[in-house]
């Protein structure tokens, strides 16, 4: 690394991409990270941090744009830290995503198992069904900057539903109008600290205020101005969340006006969702996945199916379909009372859920003596621990269909379940989340044969 010098311009070849969406340069064998590059450029470029095992880039020119550069369409870009991959066409961030995957499936995972495609988005634009809107401390209502807690104002945002940030903009005319105080990090003083949206299919929308208290100043105001904003409001609610640091909910809700959740349709299924229930943001892509999930599995209307991280429900009582018997497992008391609600609703009859920590439930029914045939899970961006590992492989179960958000924690899960006597037999991504570099995927691991 003593090669490369701060604030010395160099000329490199764009190889690819990091898991950021930021572009890669190779100079004396030195990685350097460079954001807004693309694929197969040659770029000269100005060192700007210098860094123990790699280093840091901007483009000072671009010799020859390539065909995959695009025009951002967000005004915003480059300043809201959300949409990284604006400066490609969305044929070449497939390409990124889907060799993401791969990469980390080869590296981490040890395995050859090939990512056999990516599915794209029919439509890139509005397709979150869940906005989270920080509120800065000057009152601005956006997103934040990359790696920063610094708020963007965000008027209308490409990737939300209009809906949503007509709500948001209706909380900040409210702010102003009382002298509502936003919240403020660094203090712990001021009142708003973030605004939740949740919108459904046909349009209606549900709007959650997070709060650094109980209650706040003219409530029939607030749920009068979000209403007028968004007519098909179903309910305004207010979180108390007065604990410093980055969580953003509270434990604690009140229903302001109205109902304190959304009904939504999802594979076929109604779903009855609370502010805190786990629900894909991207509502048609989550068909797309659990429909790939499902062919994973390989049910035939025989099989016993434990699905672990359930949230409200939506795998299992897909699943619950094709299934024999299927059974949830979901760590969030709410979400595991909407499943058991979202069962009832649909008049499934063969699916059970159980409330608590993944490892423990596994190994609660494993000593029960389940006998899963297949068991599905879908975890948090960290992936799944140790022990669940041990216990999902104790159950002998024929197939494991892994569901990530995340291809590094999936890279290192595979190698993990390879040592139990899993191996990975067939994968692909599914583009969840067009404009980001963030990606989903399904392994199919299958028990080796003794």
Known sequence: MEKLRQDQVYTGTV?????????????????????????????????????????AGEIVKIHAPSPERAAPECPYYGRCGGCGFQHL??????????????????????????????????????????????????????????????????????????????????????????????????????????????????????????????????????????????????????????????????????TLWGEPYLMDTLCGLTFKLSVPSFYQVNRDQAEVLYGKALEFAGLTGEETVLDLYCGTGTITLCMAARARRVLGAEIVAPAIRDARENASRNGVTNAEFFCGDAAEVAEHLEREGLRPDVITVDPPRKGLAEEVIASVARMGPARVVYVSCDPATLGRDVARFAGRGYRAVRAAAVDMFPGTPHVESVVLLERAAE
């Open 15 to 55: 190889e690819g991409y990091s898991s950021e969406g930021l572009g890669i340069v190779r100079l004396d064998g030195a990685v350097v990270f460079v954001p807004g590059a693309v694929r197969g450029e040659t770029v000269d470029l100005r060192i700007t941090r210098v860094m123990k095992t790699a280093a």
């Open 89 to 254: 066409t969305y044929g070449e961030e497939l390409w990124a995503k889907r060799r993401r995957v791969q990469d980390a499936l080869e590296r981490l995972g040890g395995t050859d198992v090939a990512v056999e495609e990516i599915l794209g988005a029919k439509d890139p634009h509005h397709y979150r069904n869940k906005s989270q809107y920080p509120v800065g401390s000057g009152g601005e209502i956006g997103f934040y900057r990359a790696r920063s807690h610094q708020v963007i104002p965000v008027r209308s945002c490409l990737i939300q539903s209009e809906v949503s940030d007509r709500t948001a903009q209706a909380v900040g005319k409210w702010m102003k109008r009382y002298q509502v105080p936003p919240y403020d990090e660094r203090s712990g003083k001021g009142l708003v600290r973030h605004i939740y949206v949740r919108v459904n299919r046909k349009g209606e929308s549900l709007c959650c205020v997070v709060a650094n208290g109980k209650q706040v100043p003219r409530e029939p105001e607030l749920a009068a101005f979000v209403r007028a904003a968004a007519p098909r409001t179903v309910g305004v609610v207010l979180n108390t969340n007065t604990r410093r640091g980055n969580v953003i909910l509270g434990e604690k809700y009140r």
